[in-house]
């Protein structure tokens, strides 16, 4: 029997349509509740539970200047990243999607776990324009990530968004 919050198991053609069918997981996961904390912790555990070869994923929330881990899965990762640091702080500051497939040619990346080798992180802009933070994704694949992942991950935090109102 499935638990109340377990998800049916996805059997997606391609790639696409496995993020459009995660979505409307995340959407019903979280409907109905506008806490940050919880809506995050649930989130992430529905993508490292759900998407193969994620060695990590979690928020990181705009705090002054910089940005502080929120709610993730995985090993305990650095607390605070400084302004434009990283690829968490490229993506905060540039607001765009940042794809690292190797993340040793990223010459700011910043190793919480030694074994990283591919990266995605989508910034959260509110609806008022102002970064509530962003969305990290790692792997331990070399090339994990390509562009129907930027793009899918992209939708799965639109739902998160919208799911905060
Ligand atoms: N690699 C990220 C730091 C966060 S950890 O990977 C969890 C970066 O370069 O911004």
Known sequence: MRGMFEAPAITAADKPA?????????????HGERNLIANAANFSALVFNTLPDISWCGFYFAEGDGLVVGP?????????????????????LSRQTQLVPDVAAFPDHIYCDGAAQSEVVVPLVRADGSLLGVWDVDS??????????AHGMEMLCTAFMKALG
């Open 18 to 30: 496995l993020y459009r069918e995660l979505a409307s997981q995340v959407q019903g996961l979280l």
């Open 72 to 92: 993730f899965q995985g090993k305990p990762a650095c607390v605070r990243i400084a302004r434009g640091r990283g690829v968490c702080g490229a993506a905060a």
């Open 140 to 149: 331990h694949r070399l090339a994990r990530f390509d562009e129907d992942d």
